[in-house]
């Protein structure tokens, strides 16, 4: 357990090693009042006087070009108060600054069933909808590009004019070490392949947002969104409106999951339409749109060579994925190196290959969901490991412990490890499931499959490039003892907002409910980059923790001087402080701010965060770098009824690497809640499409896109590991995304383990399950999944030496030979 | 050209204690009424086609789906929201526990589950874990996985029959 601060580059030096009061303790968050009384204001709760209603004209074709569009009989519509249509918006936008590939509505032609085409602002929702229904647009229907093999092999039509040929959207190619030598040394080479099929958030709030210009002519808008500043950045590029005019508020997400990290469609367009009509303007999609908006998971095909030695022992990994990416950039070619970077932060890999292909296709766009772009590999790692260890015949525990990777190292593709409690994670939950008497000794129909994993706490690089800090954070101390500190974080339900009270009450001696958090405002907060890649706790903690540390310091120095006693010598505690020596001889905080202001004038001090530099120096390095790494590792026990091929997870046994609790109980929280969404992914959950050239979404409803209810979730038996990490405030690590990486193959194993069949591809269905169990009960292999790969022309290597084999972390010099 | 007069329904009912009259156009939906007529967004939706729990308010006593009733069929009803929970400022012991055991995450569906969990807790004041997962079956949470709605579903209960309650340390710091 961290008793003292972890803060990075010198922060949290003041602390005197004195017990934690706040951090580490169960607190209620400080928005729970909010919630449970239904008092927190989502977008859709905010009404403003006069405002519109808009809605979206979507299209209903998959691909195709647009020849026309008449808004005459909608504009004529009484209460329709503006239509407007691609031309108006043209310039594009995309958050990645390598893939502008989105307008607000679709200018030239359309790329998905759902695209939007126009968009409209009327006096009620009912008007609105009526309206978009009297738009007529012509379309010339053209080839639709389906899934990931069509799409490497039909270059023309293509969705995007811009790419790597055809309808490719992104290539990569990374090498690290010596392959062939690794595999030589290999007793044992496996392949296999996998697929992973795509998802999505689900977030019960659907996105909505409020526009409107304030009478000096400057925006405001309020949105679901867990990336106000992105979103920022997006309305003044594409409303061609200086950012000092333009505020984003991100209101409280109801769920985000990563769904809400885009700028979209919708924001963009209300801006417009307030801008038009001078009245505040507001969209809430239907959930049907929620689902065509999507950004989720990315259905991925995996071919995975690994090499062990007898032992399990790792010699050399060939890894490669096969992204099927929707009709968008999104995040894409973020999300297709994170499915080659995380590989190396588990296990020792020595050498280490990745070739990673995005596609388009005429669906809606993927991008990131929860654990972005590392689920899939991970599900098809760990499934590979857990056959390596059966035909090794090692246990899967024992094997994987023998070979974890180091703390404080560096892998094989440069990414640097910090504190690393795997190991303890693997063994409370192999005692606490009862492993060792559970493992291969199951009755028929019930198993236990083992399952590890890894996460990022925080990109190291932000999406635009740029050196300034990823996090700010401003205090303000009122001389009646009040605190206010504002950050642009943004609160998603993960507790983001109370983890900025705890950890200034923490340093400031105070009761984080004597707190005032203002987030998420680009008017009123420093800029945090948002709420995505696990990077809250650890970047605005840091932020917070330094901004507290320079009120403390000027306290004290008012303190010190007014009792005359050595600053080193005061604590804060219970709104006081006091000589640690003589803790009558103290002062309230009120009057040591007010001491503070006398002396120093009005106390108000920043903090920021920026991540450590990466080792990594070659192309494609600025993925994966992180400044710490969570660990999980989970143990599924099933029952698997052989003649429905129905899979039932009795209980998940978890065990995370969390660094230090800032709040344990939240913890649990996202531990449980990403249990609970890996359950869902590994066992129904899944984005499908039918009919018109499979490309219509099969189940864009709440009730038919199946996602698990309480009668479907599992036991959960939780185990926090604190190995506290450096980098971290306090050494706390992430507990968002985490969780949820090792439960599908874990389920996967599990089901292996109870009915001998390998389930090589979620969701895990009865259907799978059956088909694999007929297959071996013909003497085959029982195994159901993808056979084989797409032919793809991968670009000459990226070579990079390994740390072990002397690298800089740059590219090697290119030589002429081909592999 | 289409038919732009609305005429508004006219009805009184009793909500949150209080008799309120409330004049709508007639195909609204209660929850539309609530948030729209009534400006009370203490209930939220997630489909507005009942497929996800979210909108749930007590009519009479007994959980219904804001989104599938009619507004006019709450005429000389009455109906419980979110904000009639409380007393006074006192909140209701489902409220304190699910703030306190971190229930509430996004505290989008929040609403909806409080309604349903008091209504099980007034038919069944000791409800075991099978009971109230099967009460809650027609709610839906992204964020929980739903063990900590238990919970505070179980605190609450023990806490209203008049017994002590806390979260056990295994649920709070995990297991050892």
Redesign the interface.
């Known amino acids: 357990m961290g008793t003292n601060r972890n803060g990075n580059e010198g922060q949290g030096k003041a602390g005197n090693d004195v017990p934690l009061k706040v951090v580490g303790k169960?607190f209620?968050?400080v928005?729970?009042?909010?919630?449970?009384?239904?008092?927190?204001?989502?977008a859709?709760?905010i009404?403003l006087p006069r405002m519109l209603f808009a809605k979206l004209l979507r299209s209903h074709e998959p691909h195709a070009r647009i020849l026309s569009i008449d808004t005459s009989r909608a504009e004529a519509?009484?209460?329709v108060l503006c239509v407007i249509t691609g031309r108006d918006l043209p310039i594009p936008y995309g958050i990645l600054p390598v893939s502008q590939d989105e307008h607000t509505l679709s200018i030239e032609k359309v790329r998905f069933i759902g695209d939007p085409v126009a968009a409209v602002a009327a006096v009620d929702e009912d008007t609105a909808f009526?309206a978009i229904n009297l738009i007529e647009v012509e379309y010339e229907r053209l080839q639709t590009i389906t899934n990931i093999e069509e799409a490497v092999m039909v270059d023309e039509p293509r969705i995007h004019e811009y790419g790597e040929g055809g309808n490719v959207h992104k290539k990569v190619h990374l090498e690290f070490g010596d392959l062939d030598r690794g595999f030589k040394e290999a007793d044992l080479v496996r392949e296999d392949i996998f697929f992973y099929e795509g998802n999505t958030?689900?977030?019960?709030?659907?996105h909505a947002s409020v526009a409107h210009f304030d009478p000096d002519g400057k925006l405001t808008l309020w949105s679901s969104t867990q990336t106000p500043h992105y979103v920022h950045r997006a309305l003044s590029r594409v409303l061609e409106m200086p950012a000092a005019h333009i505020r984003v508020i991100a209101t409280?997400?109801?769920?985000?999951?990563g769904g809400k990290s885009d700028p979209f469609n919708h924001e963009v367009a209300v801006c417009e339409l307030s801008r038009r009509t001078g009245r505040p303007v507001k969209i809430t999609l239907?959930?049907e749109e929620v689902f065509y908006c999507h950004r989720g998971r990315h259905p991925v095909l995996m071919k995975i060579r690994t090499g062990v030695k007898k032992d399990g022992a790792v010699t050399a990994m060939d890894f490669e994925s096969y992204l099927d990416g929707g009709a968008y950039g999104s995040y894409g070619v973020a999300s297709t190196f994170y499915t080659g970077a995380l590989q190396t932060v588990t296990y020792e890999v020595p050498r280490y290959r990745f070739r990673g292909v995005r596609v388009f296709t005429n669906k809606p766009p993927c991008g990131p969901k929860r654990g972005h772009g590392t689920p899939q590999p991970r599900f098809g790692l760990e499934i590979q490991l857990d056959k390596i260890a059966d035909q090794l015949g090692l246990d899967p525990a024992e094997m994987r412990l023998k070979h974890l990777v180091k703390p404080y190292s560096v892998t094989a593709n440069y990414l640097r490890i910090g504190s690393m409690g795997l190991g303890p994670c693997i063994e409370?939950i192999v005692a606490?499931s009862d492993w060792r008497n559970k493992h291969r000794k199951l009755p028929y129909g019930k198993g236990v499959g083992l399952a590890c994993s890894s996460y990022i706490c925080g990109a190291g690089l932000p999406i635009y490039w740029n050196s300034m800090p990823h996090s700010g954070v401003q205090l303000g101390l009122d001389r009646q003892g009040g605190v206010r500190v504002q950050c642009g974080s943004t609160d998603?339900?993960?507790?983001s907002d109370s983890v900025l009270a705890y950890i200034v009450a923490e340093v400031l001696g105070i009761d984080p409910f004597d707190i005032r958090v203002v987030t998420a405002d680009t008017d009123l907060t420093p800029v945090d980059l948002g709420s995505y890649s696990s990077r809250v706790t650890l970047m605005t903690g840091n932020a917070a923790l330094q901004a507290a540390e320079r009120a403390r310091e000027l306290l004290a120095i008012a303190v010190a001087e007014k009792l005359s006693v050595p600053v080193l010598n005061l604590s804060f505690a219970e709104r006081r402080v006091f000589d640690v020596e003589n803790p009558e001889t103290g002062v309230t905080f009120a009057e040591a701010v007010v001491l503070a202001e006398s002396k120093f004038g009005t106390i108000g001090t920043v903090g920021s965060y920026t991540p450590p530099r990466s080792p990594g120096k070659f192309k494609g390095a600025g993925v994966g770098p992180s400044p710490a790494y969570s660990y999980s590792a989970a143990i599924a026990e099933v029952d698997v009824d052989p003649s429905t091929g129905f899979v039932k997870v009795e209980r998940v046994w978890i065990g995370h690497d969390i660094g230090q609790?800032i709040n344990?109980?939240?913890v649990?929280?996202q531990?449980?809640?990403?249990?609970?969404?890996g359950l869902g992914e590994a066992l129904m959950e899944e984005m499908t499409y039918r009919a018109n050239r499979n490309v219509v979404h099969k189940f864009p409803?709440?009730?038919e896109y199946k996602?698990p209810?309480?009668?479907e979730?599992c036991d959960?038996?939780?185990?926090?590991i604190e190995d506290a990490d450096p980098n971290g405030p306090f050494g706390a690590k992430e507990a968002g995304q985490g969780p949820l990486l090792p439960v599908m193959p874990a389920v996967a194993n599990a089901v292996y383990d109870a009915v001998g069949v390998r389930i090589d591809e979620v969701p895990i269905t009865p259907e799978k399950v059956l088909s694999a169990l007929r297959e071996k009960a013909k003497g085959k292999e029982g195994r159901f999944g993808p056979k084989s790969v797409p032919d793809v022309q991968w670009p000459q290597p990226l070579k990079v030496l390994t740390p072990d084999e002397g690298g800089d972390g740059r590219e090697m010099p290119s030589v002429a030979v081909h592999s | 050209?289409?038919e732009?007069t609305k005429q508004k329904a006219h009805i009184e009912f009793t909500l949150n204690g209080e008799r309120v009259e409330a004049a709508f156009a007639p195909h609204k939906t209660l929850l539309e009424v609530l948030?729209e007529d009534l400006?009370l967004?203490?209930?939220?939706?997630?489909?507005?086609?009942g497929?996800?729990g979210?909108c749930a308010v007590l009519m009479d006593g007994r959980s219904v789906l804001s989104c599938l009733v009619l507004g006019l069929d709450t005429e000389d009803r009455s109906v419980e929201?979110?904000?009639g929970?409380?007393e006074g400022g006192r909140?209701h012991p489902l409220?304190?526990t699910?703030?306190?055991?971190?229930a509430?995450?996004?505290?989008?569906?929040?609403?909806g589950f409080?309604l349903v969990a008091k209504e099980l807790l007034k038919n069944n004041p000791r409800p075991n874990r099978d009971e109230?997962?099967?009460a809650?079956?027609?709610?839906?949470?992204?964020?929980?996985?739903?063990?900590?709605i238990?919970e505070a579903v179980e605190m609450a209960a023990a806490r209203m029959r008049g017994e002590e309650a806390e979260?056990p340390k295994?649920?709070?710091?995990?297991?050892e």
């Open positions: 169960p209620r968050k928005d729970a009042r909010g919630k449970c009384t239904g008092q927190t204001k989502f859709d709760d009404v519509l009484p209460g009526e958030h689900l977030p019960m709030e659907q409280p997400n109801g769920g985000g999951f239907t959930r409370k606490g998603i339900g993960q507790g609790s344990p109980m939240l649990m929280g531990v449980e809640g990403g249990v609970y969404m409803s709440l009730l996602s209810t309480t009668l979730m959960v038996k939780t185990y926090l | 050209m289409t732009r948030r400006g967004m203490g209930t939220k939706h997630g489909c507005e086609l497929e996800c979210t929201t979110i904000e929970m409380a909140l409220q304190d699910f703030a306190d055991t971190g509430a995450q996004c505290g989008y569906c929040t609403p409080l109230i997962k099967e809650l079956s027609g709610n839906l949470c992204r964020c929980t996985g739903y063990i900590k238990y979260l295994e649920s709070i710091y995990g297991y």
